[in-house]
């Protein structure tokens, strides 16, 4: 796989530069219960109200790496080409969408060059595939390669009964009969090498508390590190380590996991930017006797790195 990245690289330099864009692709709701597990409503509702269905909204926020001439964009939303009785399940809402996201910073769906997915879950890989008028599915990103890990994706292929709902053909499968599905090779937790040559100072940390194999992006940004946190930890009210979300398939995996990136996190003062946090982009974070907790949180990467 070495190899093959190296090919596929234009260019080789040790002096970079590297612009992260925050990509809105629209919200949703989902139930609150389910978002927080076996954390007490009296307890997550002070941070994240629910409606009068017990639905809260959250983001589904992606993040774009602008370096040199290569564009990376980490998940993709739900996309738009699932059915109306789908989305109603969803309640999506909101004037935003990946395609205007992008046009707002001067780029088209064609000028992504690499499209890195986290997790197959249908909110993170929907708007990876699009329905063409003629009824045909392919890939959104015609000249991206869309890097997966093969681990995941044979565990999305074949589904558990957990998560069957979660994988759906009409999102995978388009991208594997392309041609442009790749895979970032997973030998350990961490894996530094991946993209050295692509964009450099990038590392993957592989999670499998939500889901086998779950990437989490740790990108090297103006003298700091910027996690793209997925859902290991989809918003600022998940930070504390017990407070994990009833979807995930090891809940007590995911719990050391955060524990782990979190001590990390707050010893080097890393950026740590939320997917799913319908209002804080990004946070840093410090030790406290109560453990890791949230430092100072902002609306947007490019407000906190402002400040």
Not at 268 to 283: P, R, S
């Amino acid at each position: 796989m070495t190899e093959q990245i190296r090919a596929a690289t234009p260019f080789l330099t040790t002096d970079y530069r590297m612009e992260l864009h925050t990509i809105h692709t629209g919200l949703f709701k989902l139930d609150g219960g389910a978002m927080f597990g076996v954390v007490p409503k009296a307890l997550w509702q002070k941070h994240i109200p629910a409606d009068a269905n017990n639905l809260c909204t959250w983001a589904m926020r992606s993040l774009l790496v602008e370096h040199e001439n290569r564009l990376l964009l980490i998940d993709t939303g739900i996309g738009a080409k699932q059915s109306d009785k789908f989305f109603s399940h969803y309640h999506l809402h909101g004037d935003m969408s990946l395609k205007s996201e992008l046009a707002k910073r001067g780029f088209g769906l064609e000028d992504i060059t690499d499209v890195l997915l986290t997790h197959l879950h249908f909110d993170h890989v929907g708007g990876a595939v699009e329905r063409r008028s003629d009824g045909v599915l392919e890939p959104t990103f015609p000249n991206a390669q869309y890097w997966s890990c093969e681990r995941h994706w044979q565990w999305a292929m074949n589904p558990n009964p957990r998560e069957k709902a979660s994988f759906l053909s009409e999102n995978l499968l388009p991208i594997e009969t392309s041609g442009q599905l790749a895979f970032v090779p997973r030998e350990d937790r961490w894996n530094s090498t991946a993209f050295d040559q692509l964009f450099p100072g990038l590392e993957i940390f592989f999670a499998d508390g939500h889901t086998e194999s779950q990437m989490i992006p740790v990108i090297s940004y103006r003298g700091k590190k910027v996690a793209f946190m997925a859902d290991l930890i989809p918003a600022a009210a998940h930070i504390p380590t017990a407070w994990v979300i009833g979807y995930d398939t090891r809940p007590l995996l995911t719990m050391e996991e955060k524990a782990l990136l979190l001590k990390r996190a707050a010893d080097e003062e890393w950026v740590l930017f939320f997917e799913h946090d319908a209002q804080n982009a990004c946070c840093t974070v410090q030790h406290t006797e109560k453990g890791v907790r949230l430092l100072e949180k902002a609306p947007s990467l490019e407000q906190l790195f402002q400040a």
